[in-house]
C-alpha cells in the first residue's frame, strides 16, 4: 500500500514563506502532484514533479527526491488567500495505469 | 468552457435508501475517478474508470456501485449498504490512463443522512 505523510496543520505570517513537506513509500512511483483546496471548493492543480530538483510556478516551487522519497511545496510571499489545504499526491503505475494516491493535506493559516 | 459538473450540490439521505450523485465532463477525458474526503482523512479513491464500460475498485468500494455508458458521464450510486455515507464527495478526471497528467476536479457533493 501507499503510506504519504504530511503536517497536519501550519501558521505563516502574511508575506512570509513556508514550506510544506511530504514524505512518501512508494513502490512503482511515477510523479508526484501538488494541490490546492479552499474550505468546501474543488482542488485545484499547483505543481508536477517526475524528477529530482526544483519546479518553479511564479509565487510557488516544488521539490522532489526521489531517493529520499521527499517532496515539498514553498510558498514565498504568503498572501491571506494562500489560506488553504494543500494535497500532496503521488502518483504509481499499475497494470500500465496511472492511480494517484493522495495524502491527507495539511491546513495552512496565513495570519495577517 | 470545458470542465466538470458533479450534482446536486447537497444531498439527503434517508435509512436504507440509495442515491445517485451525477458526474458529467465535456473534456474529452478518457479517465474518471470518484473521492470521498471526510475531515482529517484526506481523499480516499471509490472508484476509477480509465475506458468507457470499464471500471476498477479503489480502497473504499464497499457500499458503492458505478457505470460508465458513455465516455462524459460516470455516476456513483452510494448504497444502503454504506452505513456510514455521510461526506464530502469529488468527482475528478484526467487525459488518459496512459499518460500520467493532473486531475480536474467537480466542486463537490456534500451528502449527509436524514
Known amino acids: 500500500g501507499q503510506n504519504i505523510d504530511q503536517p497536519t496543520e501550519m501558521t505563516a505570517t502574511e508575506g512570509a514563506i513556508v514550506q510544506i513537506n511530504c514524505t512518501y513509500q512508494?513502490?512503482?512511483?511515477?510523479?508526484l502532484f501538488w494541490y490546492q483546496q479552499h474550505a468546501g471548493e474543488a482542488p485545484t492543480f499547483l505543481s508536477y514533479?517526475?524528477?529530482?530538483g526544483l519546479e518553479e510556478k511564479g509565487r510557488f516551487s516544488s521539490f522532489l527526491s526521489r531517493s529520499k522519497g521527499y517532496s515539498y511545496l514553498l510558498l514565498k510571499e504568503l498572501q491571506m488567500k494562500d489560506s488553504a489545504s494543500y494535497l500532496c499526491?503521488?502518483?504509481?503505475?499499475?497494470?500500465?495505469?496511472?492511480?494517484?494516491?493522495f495524502g491527507r493535506g495539511t491546513s495552512l493559516i496565513v495570519h495577517p | 468552457d470545458g470542465g466538470i459538473t458533479q450534482s446536486p450540490k447537497y444531498l439527503f439521505r434517508k435509512e436504507g435508501q440509495n442515491v445517485t450523485l451525477s458526474c458529467e465532463q465535456n473534456?474529452?477525458?478518457?479517465?474518471m475517478y470518484w473521492y470521498r474526503q471526510d475531515p482529517g482523512q484526506g481523499l480516499r479513491l471509490i472508484y476509477y474508470s480509465q475506458i468507457v464500460n470499464d471500471f476498477q475498485k479503489g480502497d473504499i468500494a464497499e457500499g458503492y456501485s458505478v457505470s460508465r455508458e458513455k465516455k462524459e458521464s460516470f455516476p456513483l450510486t452510494v448504497t444502503s449498504a454504506q452505513k456510514n455515507p455521510t461526506a464530502f464527495y469529488l468527482c475528478?478526471?484526467?487525459?488518459?490512463?496512459?499518460?500520467?497528467?493532473?486531475?480536474?476536479f467537480g466542486d463537490g457533493t456534500r451528502l449527509s443522512i436524514l
Open positions: 499526491a503521488v502518483s504509481y503505475s499499475s497494470g500500465g495505469s496511472y492511480i494517484p494516491t
Open positions: 473534456l474529452n477525458h478518457d479517465a
Open positions: 514533479n517526475v524528477l529530482d
Open positions: 475528478a478526471s484526467s487525459i488518459g490512463w496512459q499518460s500520467n497528467q493532473p486531475q480536474h
Open positions: 512508494t513502490s512503482g512511483f511515477n510523479g
